[in-house]
């Protein structure tokens, strides 16, 4: 089990759409949002993937940054990088995307398992200290995503965990939980049950039908 106050680094092979690798310690003092998915998922190609686009074009960069990671966790052979930059410049996406390591004999690749990430898509929020706040798997609307880029946003990079905790408590306080609201449709790749669990200061998972792994996503 990793820890989300200090999240693994991501362990990728390559990055498109940037000429500075964007480390997780390097985007400490801003908040980030990254997309987990993979080129032939239906719900990465229906919801996470324009989400993000809208997201990035929202969102000033010196403030919060949107970042993607192709985990091709399935059909290796047609997500290659050269099969990713196509597939990247033919969506016409902007913010920076990253291949994530292949790591033979396993069933996920590296960045994807360090998080322990069910499948796609999936999106992980961090902070401006670099912890990992959410983890959602399957769909997330765009009201709450940019409710709690702008949640941790006001935070400031150095805030006491009790302001962290106080604004915790405001988001849960005023937006619906994703359970109360989502359907299985059969879009995702990973698992195909609900599950979510909040804490207080960090970290927040939620599994809905849309993720991929099932036979419908094998592309």
């Known amino acids: 089990m990793f820890d989300p106050e200090s999240p693994p680094k991501l362990d990728v092979a390559g990055w498109l759409n940037v000429d500075d690798e964007p480390t997780l310690e390097k985007l400490k003092g801003r908040v980030a949002v990254l997309y987990v998915f993979q080129t032939h998922c239906p719900g990465s190609l229906s919801h996470a993937l324009p989400q ?110 009790e302001t962290s905790i106080a604004i915790e408590r405001m988001l849960r306080a005023t937006l619906v939980e994703p359970h109360q609201h989502h359907d299985h449709d059969g879009n995702c790749c990973g698992h195909d049950h609900d599950h979510h669990h909040h804490h207080d200061h960090a970290h927040h998972h939620h599994h809905d039908g849309e993720c991929c792994n099932d036979p419908d996503c094998k592309g």
């Open 52 to 161: 993000a686009q809208r997201l990035a074009e929202g969102l000033d960069p010196s403030q919060a940054v949107v970042l993607g990671l192709n985990a091709p966790f399935e059909n290796k052979e047609g997500q290659t990088r050269e099969k990713l930059e196509e597939f990247v410049q033919n969506q016409g996406l902007i913010f920076p995307i990253a291949l994530d390591r292949d790591v033979p004999g396993s069933e996920r690749t590296a960045t994807m398992a360090a998080y322990e990430l069910q499948g796609t898509p999936s999106i992980l929020i961090f902070d401006r200290q670099g912890r990992l706040r959410r983890a959602y798997l399957g769909e997330a609307t765009d009201i709450r995503i940019a409710a709690e880029v702008m949640g941790l946003a006001i935070e400031h990079p150095n805030a006491p965990r």
